[in-house]
């Protein structure tokens, strides 16, 4: 049961344009959420995050967008570059007070490819 | 800057064989993860630890085992490798509530033949 989905495996946008990945889970008890980027041979590094409080959250050229009542979020890049070309994964985690909040669920990931 | 370090970068073991993965992070983190991450199924949780000889099954804990004996270490072991256990392992630690982040190793790329 993918409590966590990404429906694109991949996405291919050119430099300068937005790149938008999506993000869609089932679990009402998630209360946090994440992006990590992957390069091949490395480990994820986190990107940005947002708390369900809030519907928006912005650093610098990466914007994460949330949507609870659809239970969907988005992240976009603006502009997109080449070294943006990665595997990105959206994460989430629970509710301190539910005790669910030390563990992340992941998605299956997007690989974007941006081209010159 | 926190460290994990995962002692191989690329592991080739045969059918049967025990086979140990080490974790270690250098930042006095309580939590402690192994997942493996597979083409189309992201990143799956194995066996996640809170502390010190505590551990706990993650979603797909079947044919594996943990050990952590040492706050600083998390051990993957696989009791006995099989080809479906052919991934790209990823260890990560945490302080506090996962909204804070992981710090994810390099990874091991395990292939069983």
């Known amino acids: 049961d993918q409590q966590v989905k990404q429906n694109s495996p991949s996405l291919s946008v050119q430099e300068g344009r937005i790149s938008i990945l999506n993000c869609d889970y089932t679990?009402?008890?998630?209360?946090?959420f994440l992006w990590y980027k992957k390069y091949p041979a490395e480990g994820p590094t986190f990107l940005i995050s947002?708390?369900?409080?809030?519907d928006k959250n912005e650093d610098g050229r990466f914007t994460v967008f949330l949507n609870k009542s659809a239970k969907h979020l988005s992240l976009h890049i603006v502009p997109s570059q080449p070294g943006d070309s990665a595997v990105y994964f959206c994460a989430a985690s629970g509710n301190p007070n539910t005790g669910t909040a030390s563990k992340l669920t992941f998605g299956t990931g997007t690989r974007l490819q941006v081209t010159l | 800057d926190v460290k994990v370090t995962q002692s191989s970068r690329y592991l080739v073991k045969r059918t049967g064989e025990k086979v140990f993965l080490e974790c270690v992070q250098d930042m006095d983190h309580e939590n402690m993860f192994w997942y493996r991450q597979d083409p189309g199924l992201g990143l799956r949780l194995i066996y996640f630890s809170y502390d010190v000889k505590m551990k706990e099954k993650g979603d797909i804990p079947e044919g594996y085992s943990v050990s952590r004996e040492k706050k600083e270490r998390f051990s993957l072991i696989l009791e006995s490798a099989s080809t479906n256990q052919t991934s790209m392992y990823l260890c990560?630690?945490?302080?506090?509530?996962?909204?804070?982040?992981?710090?994810f190793g390099s990874g091991t790329r395990l292939t069983v033949v």
């Open positions: 947002i708390s369900s409080i809030k």
């Open positions: 990560a630690s945490s302080f506090g509530a996962a909204s804070y982040g992981y710090t």
């Open positions: 679990n009402s008890m998630f209360d946090y």
